[in-house]
């Protein structure tokens, strides 16, 4: 149900981006999204990628700090109470949100989305119905 | 068998005070050969026949390097440069350089030294001992090479840098033992990882001497874990021979230093007056067993203490605690005397920080501040108040020892210069004026 996000430490030093995305670009790989959440010393960069493994291996083999998280990619249709529909099924049961962004893919919305506790989202998700990609998916995007 | 030489190294102490009284009165009488002593026992008023006694040493002033580079290069020969047979120098990257000379039998004994220490911390014969020190004038080299080889252990002079090659040395010639500088040690380790070579089944190293910089017990037992060794500190330097001084024995609990060689003093470098065992001085040490160039109570800037009481080896020589850094290592910031060792000791308690760090001391609006970086290791959280609590818990620990705040910065994995060489952690940008 969920798919692996690369989250990568990213000092503030010019350059440091792009250097670190062309590792992965250069094999072929797309970055489908991509977030940064920064303080004046380093940032977190969170990527999803058409190839997960693939991606998070030349990190390494380049020795990037870096490490894989399972995260949920919820897909919301263009409604307008729809994503405010799919929070409140989580706040409902207690869940709080760590993180979030989203992308639009077709003229749907894709919501990354980590939680406090993996196996209630994943309890809400299924009751409620709600639809999302898996890891599978993310090479034919 | 225990021991290299069981009746000097076991000697009781007051044998042992009464052998380095014969030997010291030997020392004084060659050194004022030497245009240096002569002038100094000469300028004091100084009869050898009045030192009698082991406290008598006080009498005599201190050598120090500057005297050493004053005299540069033949004046502290106590013998004529014919009769002498190696020469080293110190590079003099922070000054003039120095010299200091060996006669074969001056050799010899460093050899047997050196070869003590080795056995001590249990390398033997059928030991593969491969040097990575610098040969040349640098004493690590040289120094640990006549020592293994008088123990008879199959020593290799690999010298230092170029990695690949000291794994592939390890690598093909079952290497048992190795001499490293502990921060490149923990460089090798990470070399032999990124080369997809397991340490700890890959290799036979089972035991490794590391010294010629201060390094803290956690660094130690990094080493030994990354590398699957032993690792015993040795201290040296070149103006007493070179390695093999002071070494620790399997209880790795301070270095013995080996009294028939020399006479040990622990001074305040203030004060320059003695202080009790415990407390921690500037080593101060007179040869006893030095034929081309003996020195008189030299003040070695390096700061250690004395460790009493009876050490479980069995051995009788006075043990000396961890280094503390150099008294000319010393950073004073805001009024406070601190050393890299004590940093380098808190960042080592975290699983989280890799090997490598480097302090900066900068002005900045007037005042002194501490920077300090510090690589990530591998085990790296997605989670941010991770990262931030971290950093934070990390800069409380490094202001309960260092009692002020320095600036904290964490950085990847692989951003700082690698070290292959004596490692430099402090960058001191300050203006003096």
Redesign the interface.
């Known amino acids: 149900m969920t798919v692996n996000q690369i989250s990568i430490f990213l000092e503030n030093k010019y350059g440091k981006l792009s250097e670190i995305m062309a590792l992965i670009t250069d094999q072929n790989i797309r970055i489908i999204a991509a977030t940064i959440a920064d303080t004046s010393d380093y940032g977190i960069l969170r990527i999803i990628v058409s190839e997960p493994q693939k991606a998070y291996k030349i990190l390494k083999d380049n020795n990037v700090s870096a490490n894989l998280t399972e995260v949920f990619a919820l897909t919301i249709n263009s409604e307008t109470d729809s994503l405010s529909r799919a929070m409140e099924s989580f706040t409902t049961v207690g869940l709080s949100i760590e993180y979030m962004y989203c992308f639009s893919l077709k003229e749907k919305s894709i919501i990354i989305l980590r939680t406090n506790d993996q196996d209630l989202t994943r309890d809400v998700i299924e009751k409620k119905g709600l639809q999302y990609i898996i890891e599978s998916d993310l090479i034919k995007l | 068998m225990q021991y290299w030489q069981k009746d000097i190294e076991t000697m009781p102490q007051n044998e042992l005070a009464e052998f380095q009284l014969k030997r010291l009165k030997e020392t004084l009488c060659s050194a004022s050969n030497s245009p240096f002593y002569k002038r100094v026992f000469s300028d004091n008023n100084i009869s050898i026949d009045e030192i009698n006694s082991l406290e008598d040493l006080q009498k005599l002033p201190f050598t120090t390097k500057e005297d050493l580079r004053a005299n540069y290069p033949f004046d502290m020969a106590a013998i004529p440069l014919r009769q002498c047979t190696r020469l080293h120098s110190s590079s003099g990257t922070t000054g003039d350089p120095t010299v200091v000379l060996h006669s074969a039998k001056d050799l010899d004994q460093w050899a047997n030294q050196v070869a003590r220490c080795m056995y001590m911390v249990g390398i033997r014969d059928e030991d593969i001992f491969q040097n990575t020190s610098g040969y040349g004038m640098f004493t690590g080299g040289l120094g640990f090479q006549y020592g293994a080889e008088k123990l008879g252990a199959l020593t290799v002079p690999a010298a230092a840098g170029n990695s690949r090659r000291q794994l592939k040395f390890i690598k093909d010639f079952g290497t048992t033992c190795l001499h490293i500088i502990p921060s490149y040690a923990t460089r090798l380790a990470e070399v032999m990882t990124?080369e997809g070579m397991d340490p700890l089944k890959e290799t036979k190293l089972h035991t490794i001497c590391i010294g010629a910089e201060p390094h803290s017990e956690e660094q130690r037992k990094r080493i030994e874990k990354l590398l699957g060794v032993k690792a015993y500190n040795c201290f040296g330097m070149s103006e007493m021979n070179g390695p093999g001084v002071a070494f620790e024995c399997k209880e790795q609990n301070g270095l013995h230093i080996w009294e028939d060689y020399t006479i040990v003093e622990i001074i305040n470098p203030v004060t320059l007056q003695p202080v009790p065992d415990g407390e921690v001085g500037e080593l101060v040490l007179t040869t006893l067993n030095r034929e081309a160039m003996p020195l008189v109570r030299y003040r070695t800037r390096d700061l250690t203490s004395i460790i009493s009481g009876d050490c479980p080896c069995g051995r009788t020589h006075r043990r000396l605690a961890r280094f503390q850094g150099r008294s000319d290592d010393m950073i004073i910031l805001k009024g406070v005397n601190l050393f890299p060792i004590q940093i380098e000791t808190v960042l080592m308690q975290f699983k989280e920080l890799g090997n490598n760090y480097l302090i900066t001391i900068d002005t900045i609006n007037n005042s002194d501040e501490m920077f300090i970086e510090v690589e990530?290791s591998?085990l790296?959280?997605?989670?941010?108040s991770v990262?931030?609590s971290l950093s934070k818990n990390i800069t409380r620990q490094l202001k309960d020892e260092l009692l002020l705040t320095p600036r904290l910065?964490?950085?990847?994995?692989?951003?700082l210069p690698v070290q292959e060489g004596k490692a430099v952690r402090v960058k001191d940008l300050r203006k003096f004026n």
Do not use: E, R
């Open positions: 990124a990530l591998d790296f959280t997605d989670d941010y990262l931030q910065k964490l950085v990847a994995k692989g951003s």
